[in-house]
């Protein structure tokens, strides 16, 4: 089945350093990838998607390529800020009756310190 | 626009108890998913939901089940409680049961089993 994997956190980092989560999936077919953000006590807001191979979702500073060639999806920012600071998880959707259906990773801890 | 409401934010049971979660979608929202976050097992898909039918189900036991109403409202109950069910459950809604419609979650019921 499907399966979404990314790097185990905290990463911890100073303001203005530069961020990358790697995401990695396995999926039949072709997938759509997306980033979510939690922030505390909030639910999941999207950050990003990408539908195709070589789509490049972007947000609020934030980048990821879809990769199909090496099944990834990295989250990239350039500078970050303490505001950056949350839970990020990298999801995707499947088959095509099955687009409210997300699959998710683990989740990324990022803390950005002054 | 009010986003995606969701009823009680908390919620305290003991075992055997049965409960029942309430999630108002995003007005004109036809389309409702449900997952539960748990430290442990992360985020995981429980049901999807469209125009009052249920399109997806995940991987729970049948303790779990939900409903959609007319006005797209939908509700998720549990039966039999089990320690193991503590979790954040999280409710999400779109436009309709389509890749593009992006899934807008509430912020959550955090549901506490004794």
């Known amino acids: 089945g499907n399966s979404v994997t990314q790097m185990e956190g905290p990463v911890t980092l100073s303001e203005e350093a530069f961020l990358t989560i790697n995401c990695t999936y396995t999926?039949?077919?072709?997938?759509?990838l997306f980033w979510y953000v939690q922030y505390p006590g909030e639910g999941l807001q999207l950050l990003l998607k990408?539908?195709?191979?070589?789509d490049k979702g972007s947000n609020k500073g934030f980048e990821a390529t879809y990769r199909k060639e090496t099944t990834s999806f990295h989250l990239e920012k350039g500078s970050v800020q303490v505001s950056d600071s949350a839970v990020y998880f990298c999801?995707?959707?499947?088959?095509?009756?099955?687009?409210?259906?997300?699959?998710f990773g683990a989740g990324t801890q990022v803390v950005v310190t002054p | 626009k009010a986003g995606v409401t969701q009823t009680p934010r908390y919620l305290i049971k003991t075992r055997g108890q049965q409960v029942t979660l309430s999630c108002s979608p995003i007005?004109?929202?036809?389309?409702v998913s449900w997952y539960q976050q748990t430290p442990g097992q992360g985020l995981q898909f429980l049901f999807e939901?469209?125009?009052?039918?249920?399109?997806n189900k995940g991987n729970f036991p049948g303790r779990f089940s939900g409903r959609q109403f007319s006005n797209s409202r939908s509700e998720m109950n549990v039966s039999t409680l089990e320690l193991g069910d503590s979790a954040l459950y999280l409710c999400?809604?779109?436009?309709?049961?389509?890749?593009?419609?992006?899934?807008?979650f509430g912020p959550g019921t955090r549901l506490t089993v004794l």
């Open positions: 999400a809604s779109s436009l309709a049961a389509g890749l593009l419609n992006e899934q807008f």
């Open positions: 999926a039949t077919g072709y997938p759509s």
């Open positions: 990408a539908t195709k191979a070589d």
């Open positions: 999801a995707l959707s499947g088959e095509t009756d099955s687009w409210g259906k997300l699959q």
């Open positions: 007005s004109g929202h036809r389309s």
């Open positions: 939901y469209f125009s009052e039918t249920q399109r």
